[in-house]
């Protein structure tokens, strides 16, 4: 047989945190700062609901579009949190994580050749989802800007193939937000250019200190924007694999025609926890924010203490030290590390070529790893000086 595989997907490399981190689960010892995942365990009362389904037999198929309760409670909580409003029998899809509903979105939009403006660097699955549903990255840098992008530099990369941006922030692997006059400046340059807007807002509660802005909330921007969240980094749920897609109904009914063929729908019982989630367990949320800010203001001044330059961060749990001073690429820097001092972080490089130069560190870690982190970065730094 010629052909044999996806010539799109040969195209492709595996993300480069998995390959990393391949080498790090055959190390002993290693402290890691890289997977992006909360180190605290899924809220109890969260759990308890999901044990109670079990014990009640709730195991079968939901809905297609997802639990209509859960739905329900994601609509009220849309409107009440960030001013969206969703109506939830047809503008919210409940999707296997964030993941699953950006694949979606992609396949139900993008034709061969059609052009999607992404910042880099860039969380790592954008750029194999949009070249997978046959449509071009074109990526702007924002490493001089507080990897934030200027309006004016994503206008000067549309061009008449131009048909989405995708935006993150809180930023993975930045730890960045984004100020209200640039978002409202982005959103005005969409509804000039007629382009769509995905708007990934997997880390909006976690936003320290300036409160977070949908742009999906601004005039003319609803019909356009579609928003991506979930349950993964605020509730501490990774594993539970729930997320939803809010959108306009088109847009919704196309994903749920993809969404109903391969995925059928998404874990009834996950889907029950998420409703306790959203109506009983945002106090929690607000501790575990509180603690990732406090954990990352330490980090970060510790880091900057030892010359490594690191951005303050405004959200999620990520920062993004720059290792120019070292005069080492980031992976060399990240494997030499592991070698030296076993501890794990992300080479920069593998959000994309803009990355290159600096390291993603995920601080959701216990106060004594990351003080012991510290140690070691400090120790790795001077043999180098020596
Ligand atoms: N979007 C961003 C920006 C992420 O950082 C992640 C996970 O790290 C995801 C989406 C995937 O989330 P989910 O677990 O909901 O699939």
Known sequence: MKDRFSKVLESIPPS???????L????????????????????????????????KGQTTYTSNMGDPELRAAISEYQDQRFSNHYDPSTEILVTNGVSEGADLVLRSILNPGDEVIIPEPMYVCYDPLVRL?????????????????TPELIEQNITKRTKMIILCYPNNPTGMSIDQTVLEAIAKLAIRHDLWVISDEIYAELSYGKPFVSIASFPGMK??????SGFSKAFAMTGWRVGYVCAEPELISRACKIHQY???????????????????????????????????????????KMGLETLSPEGAFYCFPSIRKTGMDAMSF??????????????GNAFGKDGEGY?????????????????RIQRFLSTLEK
């Open 16 to 22: 480069g945190i998995r390959a990393f981190f391949d």
């Open 24 to 55: 790090v689960q055959a190390s002993d010892n290693v402290i890691s700062l890289g997977v992006g995942e909360p180190d605290f365990s899924t809220p109890w009362t969260i759990r308890e609901e999901a044990i109670y389904r079990i014990e």
């Open 133 to 149: 549903a046959g449509g071009e990255v074109v990526t702007v840098n924002t490493s001089q800007s507080r990897f934030v992008p």
């Open 223 to 228: 019909e356009r924007t579609i928003v991506l």
């Open 262 to 304: 391969s995925a059928l729908c998404c874990s009834s019982i996950s889907q029950k926890a998420a409703i306790e989630a959203l109506r009983h367990s945002r106090g929690d949320v607000k501790e575990m924010v509180e603690s990732y800010h406090q954990r990352g203001k330490y980090f970060v001044s510790e880091l900057n």
């Open 334 to 347: 990240a494997m030499a590390l592991l070698k030296a001092e076993n501890v794990a972080v992300v080479p």
């Open 359 to 375: 390291i993603r560190c995920c601080y959701a870690s216990s106060l004594s790893d990351l003080k012991e982190a510290l140690a």
